[in-house]
T-cell receptor, first 112, second 116 residues
Framework: EDQVTQSPEALRLQEGESSSLNCSYT??????LFWYRQDPGKGPEFLFT???AGEEKEKERLKATLTKKESFLHITAPKPEDSATYLC?????????????FGTGTRLLVSP | GAGVSQSPRYKVAKRGQDVALRCDPI?????LFWYQQALGQGPEFLTY????????KSGLPSDRFFAERPEGSVSTLKIQRTQQEDSAVYLC??????????????FGPGTRLLVL
């Protein structure tokens, strides 16, 4: 069964304090790994897609990396507006069609 | 351009009532997905449409859940005889192409359902 585990469950940072969120996955063949940001009361907002081990993508203060077993979302010098829940999801080759399998998310709080 | 829209945004139902949740995908998007998100959890897949064809309904939790997309655009998720365990946020997502693999799924704001 395909599984996604995110850690930590919650993370509190001071503004400017860099850190990383972890997404470990178990799939029988990875088609793609997706990172989303979700603010309270809103739907997930797309951030990145990674397709193969070694791939990296950046957007502003965020950088996502991928290995064969996990992905990291690095947050450099975070600001309070980066506070949100960050969701990781995989699309696996053996799952029904195109569905995404999500982790439970990491709740990030950045204090000024 | 306009994103995925869902209505209603909030729905309170008494146990045993039927509810219908609507999703308007991004114009031109072929693929449409429904997910259920319980409090503090990640979204869980319910069902998938390619145009009007429902190609995967493996995530629907019971036969009380029914989804349709008759003209290949707007979709409706219907829950019959609602139970308290149906309380959750129901998210709709759409993606552009026919395969859907490796394509970005864009999510709507969700419908928050509370069953009393």
């Amino acid at each position: 069964e395909d599984q996604v585990t995110q850690s930590p469950e919650a993370l509190r940072l001071q503004e400017g304090e860099s850190s990383s969120l972890n997404c470990s996955y178990t799939v029988s063949g990875l088609r793609g790994l997706f990172w989303y940001r979700q603010d309270p009361g809103k739907g997930p907002e797309f951030l990145f897609t990674l397709y193969s081990a070694g791939e990296e993508k950046e957007k502003e203060r965020l950088k996502a990396t991928l290995t064969k077993k996990e992905s990291f979302l690095h947050i450099t010098a975070p600001k309070p507006e980066d506070s949100a829940t960050y969701l990781c999801a995989v699309q696996a080759m053996n799952t029904g069609f195109q569905k995404l399998v999500f982790g439970t998310g990491t709740r990030l709080l950045v204090s000024p | 351009g306009a994103g995925v829209s869902q209505s209603p945004r909030y729905k309170v139902a008494k146990r045993g009532q039927d509810v219908a949740l609507r999703c308007d995908p991004i114009s031109g998007h072929v693929s449409l997905f429904w997910y259920q998100q319980a409090l503090g959890q990640g979204p869980e897949f319910l069902t998938y449409f390619q145009n009007e064809a429902q190609l995967d309904k493996s995530g629907l939790p019971s036969d009380r859940f029914f989804a349709e997309r008759p003209e290949g655009s707007v979709s409706t998720l219907k829950i019959q005889r609602t139970q308290q365990e149906d309380s959750a946020v129901y998210l709709c997502a759409s993606s552009l192409g026919r395969t859907g693999y490796q394509e970005t799924q864009y999510f709507g704001p969700g419908t928050r359902l509370l069953v009393l």
